[in-house]
């Protein structure tokens, strides 16, 4: 694209958007499958998913047709009326979760907010906690979104600064840790909150048996177990759910992103029964939550996972991604984790920021995103082919090569 149009697109959002976010200076106009395309046509291989939103890839046809058919017919009502979609989409969740019933709501932090008011009302209501006292453990490095409920139990300085005052009621402990996640239990403990793989902290994988750990503290101690699967779910990790490695299954989930078949918020706190039913007429809402353009939506996005066999692809392409990514020798990477498609790999921050590499990488046409400065997160549709997926690993390698090289030439 040619460098003034670039420019004046980027200084017209920059002049009237928020500055909120500090995106690569790349324009969008289309996008199809894996793929993206600048105003020009210059192509790009999409590696970031918008955070697991697009798992089903751009424009899948399958959801634009759900999405164009089911416009035509109604969208939105409110839940002051039921609609005929609701139901099928949220039994199929209940399904797909082995869990008893569902709140849905738009946003991932919509549905984390739902989870806190859920096990907060379980802990006076089943647990009976006195009044008031409800504590939530949750873990350092967590992302849950960026609602000042949320923010005010992060870790992270530049979340919060200048947003307080924040609302008490939850507790942090160390993430993997599950004797400190124990030993931080009191009476007043309803719930537990973590992300099974931590998404935003760099994809940060807990040591093997960790949720399994959980799981039985958890029950011993009769606290609930919610987890936030916004961005593992739904086959990013290679299962439908990252808490089936370790053959568990939570009190409370929260899944987002990916169930809007990337064209639409769509989120839900899926959970038992007792836990569920803890939300009764009045106490809880969102006026564009659960209507039937996003219920349609939501359900052709799980059904098409399944028939594709996302899923299974995400294993097997995502074994294979990250033996070719720790295959890479170069010393500007210090390490790769992860699971299925979904892989951080580390930089060398004496060598190169995170940020340079993914703009080298996006002239090579290959498009993602740092996150804390040090990890590019790899992490394509899963609709990705094998072929496609080599093209984006070889593009990555010359990249380094090239910045290495460069970086060599410049005089001590
Ligand atoms: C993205 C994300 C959220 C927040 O979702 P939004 O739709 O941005 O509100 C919550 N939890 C996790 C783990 C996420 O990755």
Redesign the pocket.
């Known amino acids: 694209m040619r460098a003034n149009v670039v420019a004046d697109a980027i200084a017209v959002e920059e002049r009237w958007c928020a500055r909120n976010y500090k995106p690569l200076p790349v324009v969008i106009s289309r996008a199809e499958g894996v793929w993206m395309w600048d105003a020009d046509g210059t192509r790009y291989l999409d590696m970031m998913s918008a955070?697991?939103a697009v798992n089903l890839g751009h424009s899948h046809p399958r959801i634009l047709h759900a999405l164009t058919e089911q416009a035509a017919k109604v969208a939105v009502v409110s839940r002051a009326f039921h609609t005929d979609r609701l139901g099928p989409f949220l039994a199929k969740l209940c399904e797909l979760t082995g869990l008893d019933g569902a709140c849905p709501m738009n946003?991932?932090?919509?549905a984390?907010e739902t989870a806190i008011k859920a096990a907060r009302r379980w802990g006076y209501r089943v647990k009976n906690i006195p009044e008031g006292r409800a504590e939530i453990i949750v873990a350092r490095g967590n992302?849950?979104?960026?609602t000042t409920t949320i923010v005010g139990f992060s870790s992270e300085a530049e979340y919060q600064d200048g947003f307080g005052p924040f609302a008490p009621g939850f507790r942090l402990v160390d993430y993997g840790d599950a004797d400190a996640l124990e030993a931080a239990i009191t009476p007043d403990t309803a719930a537990i909150l973590i992300?099974p793989i931590q998404?935003?902290a760099g994809i940060v994988v807990p040591p093997t048996g960790y949720l399994r750990r959980v799981r039985e503290i958890c029950d011993r101690q009769n606290v609930l177990m919610i987890l936030?699967e916004?961005?593992?779910g739904l086959g990013r990790t290679g299962k439908w759910f990252a808490y089936q490695h370790e053959d568990i299954r939570p009190d409370g989930l929260?899944l987002?992103?990916a169930l809007g078949g990337g064209v639409l918020?769509v989120?839900a706190f899926v959970a038992r029964r007792d836990v569920i039913s803890q939300f009764v007429p009045g106490n809880h809402g969102s006026t564009f939550g659960g209507n039937p353009l996003a219920a349609a939506v939501g359900l052709e996005a799980l059904n098409t996972i399944a028939d594709e066999k996302l899923v299974e692809r995400s294993a097997e392409l995502g074994a294979h991604m990250m033996t070719r990514l720790s295959a890479i020798n170069s010393p500007l990477i210090a390490g790769v984790r992860g699971r299925g498609l979904w892989v951080g790999v580390e930089i060398n921050p004496t060598l190169a920021t995170a940020r340079s590499v993914c703009e080298a990488l996006m002239r090579n046409g290959v498009l993602s995103k740092e996150t804390h400065d040090t990890v590019i997160r790899f992490a394509p549709p899963l609709v990705i082919s094998a072929e496609e997926l080599d093209w984006a690993i070889n593009r990555f390698e010359e990249t380094l090569s090239a910045l290495f090289l460069a970086d060599a030439k410049v005089p001590a």
Do not use: L, M
């Open positions: 955070y697991s946003t991932g932090a919509e984390v992302f849950h979104g960026r992300e998404g935003e936030d916004i961005q593992s929260c987002g992103k918020p989120s």
